[in-house]
């Protein structure tokens, strides 16, 4: 698939509840989470939906385009959001805010292998779904059907789309910080690539 045909989206509006304070905003390895996300993908200029506090971090760098909004009930009312925001016969390349090393580069990487006849498809790590998620403008489509409480990868069971899980080792897709102890293994990694 051509870069080209796609948007890359970063959700940034949810409540990070399980994780007891806003870990977008907090220190990792230094630098505010969204902000080391933002960083990352700048040149892709990726649209951010992200509360308030989360744009406050991101605002400046160049590149990154913003939605700010109220902190959302989940991932697909924040998707809900993107969706209604960029023309639909765009794909888009919908990525999760708390994966500290996902870059450009692997999303660049990973949508040339993705499928274009795809309706969705995603990187797949020894058995894990990660990030981006490509969604076609069919898939994309079934967006406002979600209800705000509902994971948006149920629509990959619909049987009317295609989607394909694409294999891949690089464990950066997958690695996000949704519990303290994955986020001091993903900060101490992280001082252990500047070294």
């Known amino acids: 698939m051509q870069l080209t045909h796609v948007r890359t989206v970063v959700l940034a509006g ?18 505010p989470l969204a902000r080391r996300v933002a960083l990352g993908l700048a040149e892709l200029e990726p649209l ?13 760098v160049h590149g990154v385009h913003l939605i700010a909004t109220k902190p959302t009930a989940g991932p ?8 209604a925001a960029i023309p639909h016969v765009v794909h888009l390349a919908v990525i999760a805010a708390d994966l500290p090393f996902l870059d450009a ?3 660049r990487a990973f949508v040339e ?3 274009e006849d795809a309706d969705l ?17 069919k898939a994309r489509a079934r967006i ?3 209800h705000a409480g509902q994971p948006p990868m149920r629509v990959r069971d619909d049987p009317a789309l295609r989607a394909v899980a694409v294999a ?8 996000d910080v949704d519990t303290p102890s994955a986020w001091a293994c993903a900060e101490e990694r992280a001082t252990r690539a500047r070294r």
Do not use: C, N
């Open 14 to 31: 949810g409540r990070s509840q399980r994780m007891g304070f806003d870990k977008l905003v907090a220190p990792f390895d230094g630098v």
């Open 48 to 60: 951010f939906v992200a509360t308030p506090a989360v744009a406050d971090v991101v605002s400046d």
């Open 76 to 83: 697909a009312e924040t998707l809900a959001i993107a969706h």
């Open 105 to 107: 580069a692997r999303v």
């Open 113 to 115: 292998r993705a499928p």
């Open 121 to 137: 498809s995603w990187p797949l790590v020894w058995g894990t779904p990660g990030h981006p998620v490509i969604w076609s403008p």
């Open 144 to 146: 406002p059907e979600l």
């Open 168 to 175: 891949t080792a690089d464990d950066a897709y997958v690695l």
